[in-house]
DNA sequence: TGTACATCAGTGAACGCGCGTTCACTGATGTAC
DNA sequence: TGTACATCAGTGAACGCGCGTTCACTGATGTAC
């Protein structure tokens, strides 16, 4: 018989998932560089020093959110783009609108992950893998395409990277394990630029007055890309 | 005979810019939502309150703020896309690089303006125009190509925008005074992502141990971006 | 099963800071006659 | 040119807040024998 885990230990892990959800509806009042410990702990019904029970520091709390963040999207991309009876082309367009839905439902996380950098703050290398599995989903389909064609169809709108670029994207890919040529690995890099940049945009109000809704645009945009991506 | 400013009117020109230079210092090294106003007075040996003799609140600040970063970038572009002996590539592909270098210089001033909203700080419309401006020097060169073509040779990777994509399209570019067919217009906006994606990505630290320097992926991604915008 | 001991969540006080904004005021600068 | 008055930059005190983090502590929960 395994032991289960102790009451103490269950309240722990509920108590660390109340104090995320509490920074994160604070985050939504506020950048992250202002998330107040105090605040959460006013809200837990408890001394702001007990916070420390559970986070060393501040910025471990937010790092924490970071991480969870990047993770939730990562997933939700896997999701909207699983294999099954789709094409490739609306896999990725699918794992694209997934990204969308998801950073308009939660934009202070979409901020956390890919806004302005939050002052002070120094990111850990625990960031680092989570940050890539939303690279790798959002790539996922495009790998799929292209495993399953000769690869020097590839590329035809696109240059050669010359001899710096090429290491690059060959590092890059190689990070995150990704069978893509160059010049896809670039496609991919370039498509992926546009949606943040996209989202980015519409997230901060430069769409207003002109885009609003931004769907059609949005569509519009990715429907471009996608057959630039070969797909 | 003219009567100039009086020395007060001097000073006063004087501390107005001394103050903006002391928040932006103040950028460097804290989010937008953080800048502290008795930081400022502090630095220029005065007594806090007495910053309200100059901006009416902090708000009022990064107002001026905001309007002088979108007027500072949006004359760089002008500069550097200035009509020449260089076609209209090299111009475009000149304005974007500017825009970089602009970013790469000025990273606090690029989030403030492009990167994640200010919590609790609402843009007035006095930010409009500015915004508008950069976007008009980065579109120039193409308005400028298309003027010397047949429209209808444009846009032949973009499939025709829908209804409500067209109509947002007109109203933009009417709103900016572009004279881009909509294809084009959209070709632009999708361009404008691409890029501000891109500086977004590099700013905050994501091509970390893989595009750095990110020259010769920023190269590669405006060369084709370039080319679809028909230039 | 019962007891002794270790673990650890939560307390409360304190340290040393910070902030935006208002208000009545002084005294220098600028202006109109 | 001289004087009276208005303007306005800067003062200093106050209001009412906020923060992260440390530390010695109490007392409940969990564990090993």
Redesign the pocket.
């Known amino acids: 018989m395994t032991k289960g885990p102790?009451?103490?230990?269950v309240?722990?892990a509920e108590?660390i998932a109340r104090i995320k959800e509490l920074a994160l509806a604070q985050l939504a009042g506020t950048s992250a560089g202002e998330?107040?410990?105090?605040?959460i702990a006013r809200e837990l019904n408890?001394?702001?020093?007990?916070?420390?029970?559970y986070f060393p520091?501040?910025?471990d709390l937010i790092t924490a959110l970071i991480v969870d963040a990047y993770d939730n999207l990562g997933q939700t991309l896997e999701e909207a783009g699983a294999r099954g009876r789709r094409g490739p082309r609306r896999r990725w367009l699918d794992v694209c609108r997934a990204m969308r839905e998801w950073a308009l439902a939660e934009p202070h996380r979409f901020a956390l992950v890919y806004g302005s950098s939050i002052p002070g703050y120094r990111a850990p290398r625990d960031t680092i893998a989570p940050a890539g599995r939303v690279v790798v989903a959002f790539s996922a389909p495009v790998c799929d395409e292209l495993g399953a064609r000769e690869p020097v169809a590839y590329g035809d709108s696109w240059s050669r990277p010359g001899r710096v670029l090429a290491s690059q994207l060959r590092v890059s890919a190689d990070a995150l394990e990704l069978d893509l040529p160059d010049a896809a690995m670039l496609a991919v890099v370039a498509a992926f630029a546009r949606v943040i940049g996209a989202l980015t945009l519409e997230l901060n109000g430069h769409f207003v007055g002109g885009f609003e809704p931004a769907d059609a645009l949005f569509d519009a945009l990715l429907d471009d890309e996608a057959t630039r991506l070969g797909l």
Not at 6 to 9: D, G, H, I, V
Not at 35 to 39: D, E, H, N, Q, T
């Open positions: 102790t009451p103490r230990q309240a722990r108590n998330l107040s410990l105090r605040a408890i001394v702001s020093s007990a916070i420390y029970r520091s501040r910025d």
